[in-house]
């Protein structure tokens, strides 16, 4: 990855940005995710920047652009590893 990180869209949690990766590294894109700035900092609660290469900017964008939902499974399962993880970093 290169140094010229776009933002390719801001989530609400970590559980959000783990979605978001997912579809990313589906379409062959990678990617990294840091916590927003000037956000409050709630662990994985708090708001996630999930950023690509300048270069793959317009790829990201239209691959997130196809609405293929989650199911309540997946979003049960991703709610759940945050918590935990939240829970792990307060301990």
Do not use: H, P, Y
Not at 10 to 19: I, R
Not at 54 to 78: H, I, M, N, P, W
């Amino acid at each position: 990855m290169t140094e010229d990180l776009k933002i390719v869209t801001t989530v609400g949690n970590e559980a959000e940005a783990e979605m978001v990766g997912e579809r990313l590294s589906e379409a062959g894109i990678s990617f990294t995710v840091r916590l927003a700035s000037g956000g409050i900092r709630l662990g994985a609660a708090a708001a996630r920047d999930v950023c690509v290469d300048g270069q793959d900017l317009d790829r990201a964008r239209d691959a997130l652009e196809v609405d293929e939902g989650f199911s309540d499974e997946e979003l049960t399962r991703l709610s759940d590893e945050a918590g935990k993880a939240a829970r792990d970093e307060t301990a």
